[in-house]
């Protein structure tokens, strides 16, 4: 008897494909108004290679072009404005396999470091709202704050404005004391600043501030409102209610301490007028 073997030969052929990987870690930092360049390459993959920037933004002045062999993306210009910038790159070669690194990039503003340029802080009294703004400039943003030594008034805490560049202090002061702190900001290049301030928390008001102004000549006014500063830029409305006269008394106002005073106009819907010119007060 014959038999007759039959066999399925099955062949497998493997093939290795390598992707596309980004080569560069990071990026250098850069100067506000001074020329800017980086290469972000890959490797691996096969070309042409695709590029993206899918999340984030380049420093304001900088843009990206890929290079002619598509092994590169260039990064070429003049920064304009000092901040920290974060970006995540894409490459895709010819077979679909991707590569994505994040970076950030920090430009400093040509010649400058920060400095905070608020000298002193308003006094306050127990069970009085108190506000202050501390600010700062030069530099890069984001700026960091902290407070390296002292204490803020009891009851009155500390937290950066959203553009970092100022920190403000709010709450109602609970103890009648003298309190002494000192501030430190530190922008993104790594250049500090600090600043030593004293608060006198009082227990009750001492003086008050008697205000007057002309009555506006508008026939649909039903009544006014009154601000108050400590700088005569941040600004904070004091009455509780409309005021029906175009008289005000202030009787929470701390001793050693300037404030700034002006009033606007309520008309029979709602709207307010602009805030008159400043007036400047100086507390004995």
Same mark, same amino acid.
């Given at each position: 008897?014959?038999?007759? $073997?039959?066999?399925?030969?099955?062949?497998?052929?493997?093939?290795?494909?390598?992707?596309? @990987?980004? !080569?560069?870690?990071?990026?250098?930092?850069?100067?506000? /108004?001074?020329?800017?360049?980086?290469?972000?390459?890959?490797?691996?993959?096969?070309?042409?290679?695709?590029?993206?920037?899918?999340?984030?933004? $380049?420093?304001?002045?900088?843009?990206?072009?890929?290079?002619?062999?598509?092994?590169?993306?260039?990064?070429?210009?003049?920064?304009?404005?000092?901040?920290?910038?974060?970006?995540?790159?894409?490459? &895709? @070669?010819? /077979?679909? +396999?991707?590569?994505?690194?994040?970076?950030? =990039?920090?430009?400093?503003?040509?010649?400058?470091?920060?400095?905070?340029?608020?000298?002193?802080?308003?006094? +306050?009294?127990?069970?009085?709202?108190?506000?202050?703004?501390?600010?700062?400039? @030069? @530099?890069?943003? #984001?700026?960091?704050?902290?407070?390296?030594?002292? &204490?803020? #008034?009891?009851?009155?805490?500390?937290?950066?404005?959203?553009?970092?560049?100022?920190?403000?202090?709010?709450?109602?002061?609970?103890?009648?004391?003298?309190?002494?702190? &000192?501030?430190? =900001?530190?922008?993104?290049?790594? /250049?500090?600043?600090?600043?030593?301030?004293?608060? %006198?928390?009082?227990?009750?008001?001492? /003086?008050? =501030?008697?205000?007057?102004?002309?009555?506006?000549?508008?026939?649909?006014?039903?009544?006014?409102?009154?601000?108050?500063?400590?700088?005569?830029?941040?600004?904070?409305?004091?009455?509780?209610?409309?005021?029906?006269? !175009?008289?005000?008394?202030?009787?929470?106002?701390?001793?050693?301490?300037?404030?700034?005073?002006?009033?606007?106009?309520?008309? !029979?819907?709602?709207?307010?007028?602009?805030?008159?010119?400043? %007036?400047?007060? =100086?507390? #004995?």
């Amino acid at each position: 008897m014959k038999f007759v $073997l039959s066999l399925l030969l099955v062949v497998c052929i493997s093939s290795s494909v390598a992707f596309a @990987g980004i !080569t560069t870690a990071r990026v250098p930092n850069g100067t506000v /108004h001074t020329a800017y360049s980086a290469i972000i390459s890959v490797s691996g993959g096969c070309t042409p290679y695709k590029w993206a920037i899918v999340s984030g933004a $380049l420093p304001a002045g900088v843009s990206a072009k890929v290079s002619t062999a598509t092994t590169s993306l260039n990064l070429t210009g003049t920064p304009t404005t000092a901040a920290t910038y974060t970006f995540a790159v894409k490459v &895709t @070669g010819c /077979h679909g +396999g991707f590569s994505q690194v994040s970076y950030k =990039v920090v430009i400093k503003a040509a010649g400058s470091s920060v400095g905070i340029t608020t000298t002193s802080v308003p006094n +306050g009294m127990v069970k009085t709202a108190y506000s202050a703004a501390i600010r700062a400039s @030069g @530099g890069c943003t #984001p700026y960091k704050w902290a407070i390296v030594s002292g &204490t803020l #008034p009891a009851g009155v805490s500390a937290q950066a404005a959203s553009t970092t560049t100022s920190l403000n202090l709010s709450g109602t002061p609970t103890t009648a004391a003298t309190y002494n702190f &000192t501030l430190k =900001v530190t922008e993104c290049g790594a /250049h500090v600043s600090q600043a030593s301030y004293k608060v %006198v928390v009082q227990a009750a008001a001492n /003086h008050v =501030v008697e205000l007057s102004w002309n009555a506006s000549s508008s026939s649909n006014v039903v009544g006014y409102n009154v601000y108050r500063s400590p700088d005569a830029a941040t600004w904070k409305k004091i009455n509780v209610s409309l005021i029906g006269s !175009t008289l005000y008394s202030d009787a929470t106002v701390a001793n050693n301490t300037t404030y700034y005073y002006a009033a606007t106009a309520i008309d !029979t819907v709602g709207r307010e007028s602009s805030k008159t010119a400043a %007036v400047k007060v =100086v507390v #004995p």
